[in-house]
């Protein structure tokens, strides 16, 4: 039942006809729902295109982030679209309860709307929904890839209050795309069309910590609930999930603190970014000396700290085989305006201005993890995508004139 559709918009200043086959998608116990592919092409001044459109003159960036549920996306998200100015919300006037938010440079969507299975067929097929076959690879790639190339998508819905699969939203090409969920690095296809990688890998004591308090502190569950759920899960997330993180040029691992022995509260945490060498318009941050080895302990005259104190490393390492340099924060902020003492010693960090990783920190103190690694290395990492960004975007720019040289 495909039908040839037609679609205008205002911001899009032309319109094109459809060019992609209907997909099907069914959760068992769904009417069917059809997706088309609108095909509209960004920035063109043509009035219309026949067939197939071609993509637009600016590139589409698309980043992608990895994570189990629970492990901070949404909070890294905000971070994220913080650092290039302006609030992401839901589409407008759309389905309220769309898992795409949208601001003026970042549209951020939720790989869970590929789910193929809907929560019933899951529970049906006794699959989870980090397994693949419960969800729907080749539509993901057909989708981003026309993002990239500045085609707009009618992208499926996943409804977590009701667990169904609800019709589609229009999704149009921005400037930066970033997937997020469970599967971004999962389909070599969808991986080789990410500009950029990260995963957030919370160690398993860590993520049971989160979890108790987000599930039983808000959300009432009980904690043996709790566990069960995370047990479950435990096998599809080391088969599918955890590996992505070989993938990823920049993983941000948080684990319990060494600086007190046994804990096991969760509460102080050692993070540590590791970023991939050798990453086209990503250059590692780095601790006083780029490759060397270093410790440093800044609690003293210009650091407030209290117990357990704060330690910093950083140095070389390999990670699955890569080469990559490791800045590692154990311990927490007392004061987060104090952190400008940290931040001067931190080079490659992509700022535009003296103390700019310090005003985003405190912008958003009250946002989870802003007086540790955790919060410190997405803001960094929020800011070496803005500086990826801009470079990708400026080469692009650049490579006509370069042309008109030769
Ligand atoms: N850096 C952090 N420090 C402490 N707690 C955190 C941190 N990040 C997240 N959390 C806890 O984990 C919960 C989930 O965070 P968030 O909503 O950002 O994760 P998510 O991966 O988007 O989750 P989901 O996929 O389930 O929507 C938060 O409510 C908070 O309790
Ligand atoms: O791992 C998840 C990613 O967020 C969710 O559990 C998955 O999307 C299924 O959602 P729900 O539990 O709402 O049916």
Redesign the pocket.
Known sequence: MAVSTVYTTQSLNSTCSISTPAKTHLGSHQKQVVFYRRTIKRGSSSGSCAVKCSAGDSQTVVIGLA????????????RLTSVFGGAAEPPKGGNPDSNTLISDMTTVI?L?DYHSLDRTGRKEKGVTALDPRANDFDLMYDQVKALKSGVAVDKPIYN?VTGLLDPPELIKPPKILVI??LHPMFDERVRDLLDFSIY?DISNE?KF???I??DMA?RGHSLESIKASIEARKPDFDAYIDPQKKYADAVIE?LPTQLIPGDNE?KV?RVRLIMKEGVKHFSPVYLFDEGSTISWIPCGRKLTCSYPGIKFHYGPDTYFGNEVSILEMDGQFDRLDELIYVESHLSNISTKFYGEVTQQMLKHAD????N?G??LF?TIVGLKIRDLYEQITSSKTAAPLEATKA
């Open positions: 994570a189990d549920s629970g492990c901070g996306k949404s909070t890294f998200m905000r939720c869970d977590h997020e969920g957030l860590v910590a989160w979890k308090q987000r808000e948080v969760g945490l946002f989870p993890g802003s540790n955790t919060g997405q």
